[in-house]
């Protein structure tokens, strides 16, 4: 029996080194020279939504502050131009036609009150609308109410309003005695008188929105007596806004 050669395959030099391909795994991430690549994911990806949102609140807001910014110098500007004065009132006249003690401890009452109404302007006009209120009190108790007539008061223009009032104080009794004791002690009666008015200021040719403007006034007289005029001794009035 022959014996056959053993044949032995010889390396090829020119024949390259095959080198392992890296696995094609989905969702591998690369390795990172400073370590483990699970240790260092990718970024999620933005939401879109959060980024629209957040545009829309930047844009309201500047769209707010230039809005104020616009009103405020625009307020600004007709200061300037107008120079706005708040108007003046006085109690001219007050005389008593009803003031009565009825037997069910109640007192009835009826004022004429006259009033002049000062508008010291010179470029703006007030409107006197409709909605007003105008009471006298005595200490915490209400004694008559009535209302301002509507009306248009021009540029520089003195207004004088004649106004009825009347009304019914439950309880009275005690407000009769205090009454008595204050005149025979100091000589005099404090009362009070409140104005609610609603107003439109004009500008020009511009006529703004309603506002509504409170008057106090603190109005000393000698007595209380009906179908008399009451002397008044002093009378002081507060004219401001109301916010």
């Given at each position: 029996m022959s014996n056959h050669p053993k044949v032995h395959p010889l390396h090829d030099p020119e024949a390259r080194s095959a080198r392992p391909s890296a696995p094609l795994v989905s969702g591998a991430y690369p390795r990172s020279e400073q370590g483990d690549p699970a240790k260092y994911p990718l970024a999620p990806p933005r939401k879109r939504g959060r980024s629209c949102c957040c545009r829309c609140v930047c844009c309201t807001l500047c769209l707010l502050f230039l809005l104020v910014v616009a009103v405020g110098a625009t307020i600004g500007a007709l200061y300037l131009v107008y120079k706005p004065k708040l108007p003046d009132y006085s109690i001219d006249r007050l005389q008593l036609t009803l003031f009565a003690l009825?037997?069910?401890?109640?007192?009835?009452?009826?004022?004429?009150?006259?009033?002049?109404?000062?508008?010291?302007?010179?470029?703006?006009?007030?409107?006197?609308?409709?909605?007003?209120?105008?009471?006298?009190?005595?200490?915490?108790?209400?004694?008559?109410?009535?209302?301002?007539?509507?009306?248009?008061?021009?540029?520089?223009?003195?207004?004088?309003?004649?106004?009825?009032?009347?009304?019914?104080?439950?309880?009275?009794?005690?407000?009769?005695?205090?009454?008595?004791?204050?005149?025979?002690?100091?000589?005099?009666?404090?009362?009070?008188?409140?104005?609610?008015?609603?107003?439109?200021?004009?500008?020009?040719?511009?006529?703004?929105?309603?506002?509504?403007?409170?008057?106090?006034?603190?109005?000393?007289?000698?007595?209380?007596?009906?179908?008399?005029?009451?002397?008044?001794?002093?009378?002081?009035?507060?004219?401001?806004p109301r916010l």
């Open positions: 009825n037997q069910d401890s109640s007192l009835s009452t009826a004022f004429n009150v006259t009033i002049t109404a000062k508008n010291s302007n010179e470029k703006i006009g007030i409107y006197y609308e409709d909605g007003s209120e105008i009471t006298v009190w005595y200490k915490e108790a209400k004694l008559s109410q009535g209302s301002l007539p509507k009306f248009y008061q021009g540029h520089e223009n003195s207004t004088v309003i004649y106004v009825e009032m009347s009304g019914q104080a439950k309880n009275a009794t005690g407000i009769m005695t205090t009454l008595q004791e204050q005149q025979q002690t100091t000589g005099n009666i404090p009362l009070r008188i409140n104005v609610n008015q609603p107003v439109r200021i004009k500008f020009g040719m511009l006529k703004l929105m309603e506002v509504r403007f409170l008057v106090r006034c603190d109005v000393f007289v000698d007595s209380l007596a009906a179908n008399n005029v009451i002397k008044i001794q002093s009378s002081s009035c507060k004219f401001r």
